[in-house]
């Protein structure tokens, strides 16, 4: 059973940027989409309230939702069997914990996540 390790969060003001890192410990991740998933702070305890922000398919393709759409990039690589999220031009909006997991998600992957906090 595979685990995640989410890194790179922390406070910054509206405008900044921030690099998240996720490292997932299964041997066949090149074989998996990934995704990055945030929570908002009201939203906290509920699963099926984690929004999916990013994807990045098994051939590097890559979908946004559309708040994020020209700011985040996600990106990954194999060896490292890591994925990325590049933040620029950050919102108080887009405060939230952030997660990495599958696409669709595993339950059993979820980690403790990143928190992100943009301050206006």
Known sequence: QGQVVE?????????????????ASWSDFRLDMMGWYRQSPDKQGELEQRELVAVIDTDFGTHYIDSVKGRFTISRDNVKRTVYLQMNSLKPEDTAVYYCNTHPYERHYWGQGTQVTVSS
């Open 7 to 23: 890194s790179g969060g922390g406070l910054v003001q509206a405008g900044g940027s921030l690099r998240l890192a996720c490292a």
